[in-house]
């Protein structure tokens, strides 16, 4: 027997013992499991760059659609024609601008009304006429009293940097406050950062089943005047127990409701009364709501 056949014959009498081949098999199976683990680990860093990849792809689509929306006329009336739903109609931005003279800073919002279910019946176009002429004249007539202040300010002894120090800023914009199948409500607002004394705002509740614009009487009843006036008192009175403070009635606080009280209808289907900054409270309370509930 040569010395290669006689190594062989060595090799194949080698007795394996038992413990060693149940590590081999322990080891075995423990690389197996490693190598699972990597290919998982792997598969979910790639399905994790495939969802952050279509994230970003969605939100870099929604911000050409906004900035497209913002900018184009054509393009919101477009947009509104996509179906969306639970939605009749919506409110959407018909156009921004921006500008700066005399360091009199103006940025305007202007919202449009737009019909996403065409077979109501329902046209906006006179709405979103008046609502566009409000912008306009909020802005207007903003700039105008701004003007007047800085001439009286230069006039009596102001010099322009002291001026530029007042960082003057018009913002004209809107607020959506409802928007379903049954109502679309939202708030138009002009406001100047130097005075509280001409702030402007322009409440629009619209029932999208009429078409019409919604009145406290055809929420409330008939009787609404008193019931709102009753709940509002009730109101009063337990806010002051709480350490609010409101106008007295001869100071020029609340004794009722007028006939152009502005309203807004909330997710509840509730009028939501508002009052101006100054109107029944110190200016430091803000505006003022009262919810009036249903019977």
């Known amino acids: 027997?040569?010395?290669l056949e006689e190594m062989k014959e060595r090799y194949d009498n080698i007795v394996i013992p038992a413990e060693l081949n149940v590590r081999i098999q322990q080891e075995i199976s423990k690389s197996r499991k490693q190598q699972a683990k990597k290919n998982n680990t792997s598969q979910k860093y790639r399905l994790k760059k495939i969802i952050r990849g279509t994230a970003a792809a969605a939100a870099a689509a929604c911000i050409l659609f906004?900035?497209?929306l913002n900018t184009s006329s054509v393009f919101a009336k477009e947009a509104a024609k996509i179906p969306i739903i639970g939605t009749v109609a919506k409110v959407l931005t018909f156009r921004t601008y921006e500008t700066e003279k005399d360091?009199?800073?103006v940025s305007v919002e202007i919202p449009t009304i737009e019909m996403i279910a065409e077979d109501t019946g329902i046209t906006a176009d006179e709405i979103n006429q008046e609502i566009l002429a409000l912008c306009n004249q909020f802005a207007?007539?903003?700039v105008l009293r701004a003007k007047e202040y800085q001439t009286a300010f230069?006039?009596?002894g102001g010099t322009p940097e002291e001026w530029a120090e007042h960082h003057i800023k018009i913002t004209v914009g809107y607020e959506i406050k409802k928007q379903s199948n049954d109502y679309l409500s939202f708030v138009v607002r002009g406001m100047e950062s130097w005075t509280d004394a001409y702030s402007n705002s322009k409440y629009y509740n619209l029932n999208l089943n009429t078409g019409k614009f919604v009145t406290l009487k055809d929420?409330?009843?008939d009787d609404y005047v008193e019931r709102i006036n009753k709940s509002i008192q009730a109101q009063i009175a337990e806010r002051q127990n709480a350490?609010?403070?409101f106008f007295t009635a001869e100071e020029g606080g609340f004794?009722?409701?007028t006939e152009d009280v502005n309203f807004y209808i909330n997710e509840n289907n509730n009028p939501i009364i508002v009052f101006e900054k100054y109107e029944i409270a110190p200016g430091s309370s803000g505006e003022i709501e009262f919810e009036i509930g249903a019977k």
């Open 1 to 3: 027997m040569g010395r």
């Open 243 to 245: 350490g609010e403070t």
């Open 66 to 68: 906004t900035a497209a």
């Open 154 to 156: 230069l006039e009596t």
């Open 103 to 105: 360091d009199i800073a």
């Open 140 to 142: 207007d007539d903003a």
């Open 219 to 221: 929420m409330l009843g």
């Open 255 to 257: 004794t009722g409701i």
